[in-house]
């Protein structure tokens, strides 16, 4: 999918909303445990439920990658059942030397090599450019580099001050635009980390940035949304278990629509208020 065809998206459903199938065998609801592929059957429920109120969708490889062979068939089922129009994203937070990297990249967006092709996954900058650009040789895929993360630990070294004066969130920032432009690489940006969105935007003015952090961890959709969209919106917000275990009980789709709903409300008038 292409920025243009992104942003489309965003004005056509009035929203940047990214829901998360951060799906947990043990907190589905009971009574799909019973089907044959339970992970699956729920996600499959919830994509149907929001399907119109959202312009993405976000996997996270870990929990498919912890049930081995099963959770990789539930995975690539998942992405087959989500609709064309929506980005996908394959959270699975990769990169090594090239030559693996390029092995990465294959398993996430080579359909005739693995069976997936994702339009996005997200990559750590840590091992820096060789093993970020084997990603980007796949045409039409995006790079979702990881920069302010939402996480406590983050600050550990994002936020450390290089000796000339720059936070490393900031260099890496910096140093990787020059690797591909805002057309095939966007940046993680933690919604608990709002209060950066300007500095961020200083540097990285047209680039989505892939934002987790509202919901279960709390980030103000308000803020991010104020400090972070740009001319094409230029925002994906995530939210998983604010979404999909908005209930435990039968009526799971439902209450994860109306979580969906709220979101994509205050999104659409955000985007009246704040799109540039
Ligand atoms: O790359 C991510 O998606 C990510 C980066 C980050 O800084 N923080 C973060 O929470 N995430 C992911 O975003 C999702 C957040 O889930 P909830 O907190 O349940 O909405 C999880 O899949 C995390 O792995």
């Not at 009971?30 to 699956?40: Q, R, T, W, Y």
């Not at 900031?170 to 020059?178: D, F, G, H, I, M």
């Not at 278990?241 to 439902?254: M, T």
Request: charge should be negative; hydrophobic fraction near 40%; charged fraction near 25%.
């Amino acid at each position: 999918m292409t920025k243009t065809e992104l942003f489309n998206q965003i004005k056509t459903k009035k929203s940047y909303l990214c829901v998360g199938l951060d799906t947990d065998i043990k907190k589905i609801p009971k009574h799909l445990l019973s089907s044959e592929d339970p992970v699956f059957e729920f996600n499959k429920a919830i994509i149907d439920a929001t399907s119109d109120l959202c312009v993405s969708y976000k996997p996270n490889i870990a929990f498919y990658e912890a049930m081995g062979p099963k959770g990789w068939q539930s995975l690539a089922k998942t992405l087959e059942y989500i609709p064309k129009d929506c980005f996908s994203i394959a959270d699975a937070k990769r990169g090594d030397i090239g030559n693996t990297s390029s092995l990465y990249a294959r398993a996430f967006f080579d359909k005739s090599a693995s069976g997936m092709s994702f339009d996005s996954i997200t990559v750590a900058p840590y091992m820096g450019k060789d093993s970020v650009s084997p990603f980007l040789e796949f045409e039409n895929k995006w790079v979702i580099l990881l920069a302010l993360t939402s996480n406590e630990g983050g600050k550990d070294f994002q936020n450390l001050e290089l000796a000339e004066g720059t936070e490393v969130y900031k260099k890496v920032l910096e140093v990787s635009k020059n690797w591909g432009d805002s057309e095939r690489l966007m940046y993680v940006v933690g919604a608990t980390r709002a209060e950066k969105l300007r500095e961020i935007r200083a540097i990285v003015p047209d680039s989505f940035l892939l934002v987790p952090g509202v919901g279960a961890q709390g980030g103000s959709l308000f803020e991010v949304s104020k400090y972070g969209m740009n001319a094409t919106c230029g925002l994906l917000v995530n939210s998983s278990r604010g979404i999909i275990y908005a209930s435990s009980g039968e009526d799971f789709a439902e209450k994860a629509r109306e979580e969906a709903q709220k979101i994509q409300t205050e999104m659409a008038e955000y985007l009246d208020q704040f799109l540039k």
